[in-house]
């Protein structure tokens, strides 16, 4: 039995995770208090977006306890919908309804999750979109949209259930590079709300640098390195991490 500390948003107990006989999570032990900002970085098939995916249930876990907002995940009791409506995720590929219009996109789940009076919802996501800076796009079809605009409808939709935590999964990967800078920056003042956790992936160290205060080091599905993102970037501990960050750095 795991201790449910209620100051803690996100916790993983020894969780072992397997795609077949592949061990894509080895080992993870980690915790993130209700209100940090915690970016997740390593190379390509490490297992950052297994990980975060396993955090709302959408990859179930083999071996251990993997706790978020009090509830267990690995106990069958667990009903997954209580904690989806806690966590909110942004996908790299945005996952909007396509044949939905934007604000449409931002009114289903309070609607259908939380039955929200219509009215109330729509005033709620006028002001979500109006803080990623898409009022006048309310009525259009995602299809209008570049992938910045969708990116920023993403985060508009799963802010509008009111989240105690995000995930982002490399929520800039998939834009082209004038578009990063305008959802960083959305990320980066949502990120500072103090009621708000945040767990990011991302390959953008300056923003790491700017917005995060842990970063979590993964390589061949382990953590390797959990340390404060001042400490990370003047040395990190393993010979891995450095040259990763040499790597992102230069390209
Ligand atoms: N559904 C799956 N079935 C089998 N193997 C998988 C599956 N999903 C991921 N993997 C494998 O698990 C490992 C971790 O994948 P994951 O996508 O979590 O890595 P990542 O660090 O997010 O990589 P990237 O930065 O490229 O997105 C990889 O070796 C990948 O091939």
Excluded: C, W
Excluded at 21 to 47: C, D
Excluded at 187 to 214: C, G, P, W, Y
Excluded at 219 to 231: F, I, M, N, R
């Amino acid at each position: 039995m795991v201790e449910n500390n209620q100051d803690n948003m996100i916790q993983f107990v020894d969780v072992e995770k397997y795609y077949g006989h592949f061990h894509a999570l080895k080992n993870i032990n980690l915790t993130i208090k209700r209100g940090e900002t915690v970016v997740l970085i390593g190379p390509s098939g490490s297992g950052k977006s297994t990980l975060i995916r396993a955090i709302n249930g959408l990859e179930p876990i083999q071996e251990g306890h993997l706790i978020v907002n009090g509830y267990d995940l690995h106990d069958p009791k667990t009903d997954i919908n209580k904690i989806r409506k806690r966590v909110g995720m942004v996908f790299q590929h945005f996952n909007l309804y396509n044949n939905k219009s934007v604000i449409e996109n931002v009114m289903l789940a309070p609607r259908i999750v939380s039955h929200i009076p219509e009215e109330e919802n729509e005033k709620y996501a006028l002001e979500l979109l109006d803080r990623v800076g898409l009022k006048d796009k309310a009525g259009s079809m995602p299809s209008m949209l570049s992938g910045g605009q969708k990116q920023r409808v993403a985060i508009a939709r799963s802010l509008a259930m009111k989240p105690s935590a995000l995930l982002f999964d490399e929520p800039t990967s998939a834009l082209d590079p004038e578009m990063i800078g305008d959802v960083l920056r959305i990320i980066q003042n949502i990120a500072k709300d103090s009621d708000m956790t945040s767990l990011i992936v991302t390959h953008e160290m300056n923003f790491a640098q700017n917005v995060a205060n842990r970063v979590i080091f993964m390589a061949d599905g382990e953590v390797l390195e959990d340390s404060k993102t001042s400490d990370f970037f003047k040395k990190p501990k393993s010979v891995r991490a450095q040259q990763f960050v040499d790597q992102v750095q230069n390209n």
